[in-house]
């Protein structure tokens, strides 16, 4: 993607739900690229302000015990805009973690727009021959390890996992 993304952010967000507008982020992983080479990482918790259910905990292993002294989203607002700034935003199914950001910067009075790039989206155009492009089914395909999944930096690196095996397996003009 380096050449049709000068730079771009892959993001992943772990939230106490899926509804964005009622919903919040209790963790945010992301690896910013400039012509295609990791300059920056950055991942950390994030106090939601609201409690966790007991589905969510299980499922991310995040507890309410984790996030309590953690920042708030305010509180990291202005790391996480510089980190994706002039940057599109790359995200497993982008469309549930714009809708987290744009309702969290909105609950604090910032408007946020960003281009975006989904990943399933690409999985599906570069291997329309397969049926699942969910980030489970991708790390089957490609043999991938993930030490962390449900933990954003664990996700995160399982798209720079998936996107560096495409490039491998198809080159970049495919990409």
């Not at 409690?51 to 305010?74: C, D, E, H, N, Y």
């Not at 509180?75 to 969290?104: I, P, Q, S, W």
């Amino acid at each position: 993607m380096s050449t049709l993304l000068p730079v771009y952010v892959l993001l992943d967000l772990e939230t106490t739900g899926a509804t964005p507008t009622q919903d919040r982020i209790t963790e945010i992983g992301l690896i910013r690229y400039e012509n295609g080479i990791e300059v920056g990482r950055w991942t950390t918790l994030i106090n939601p302000e609201v409690s966790i259910s007991p589905f969510i905990q299980r499922l991310t292993g995040i507890t309410q015990s984790m996030v309590k002294t953690a920042p708030t989203f305010f509180e990291v607002r202005n790391t996480l805009l510089d980190l994706v700034d002039d940057a599109v935003l790359c995200a497993h199914n982008v469309r549930f973690d714009y809708g987290f950001l744009k309702n969290e910067f909105k609950r604090i009075g910032i408007s946020f727009q960003k281009k975006l790039l989904c990943t399933v989206k690409l999985s599906r155009k570069l291997y329309p021959q397969h049926k699942g492009h969910g980030l489970d089914a991708i790390i089957e395909r490609f043999k991938l390890v993930c030490e962390n999944r449900h933990r954003a930096m664990g996700d995160t690196e399982m798209m720079a996992a998936f996107i560096a095996a495409a490039f491998n397996e198809l080159g970049e003009h495919a990409v």
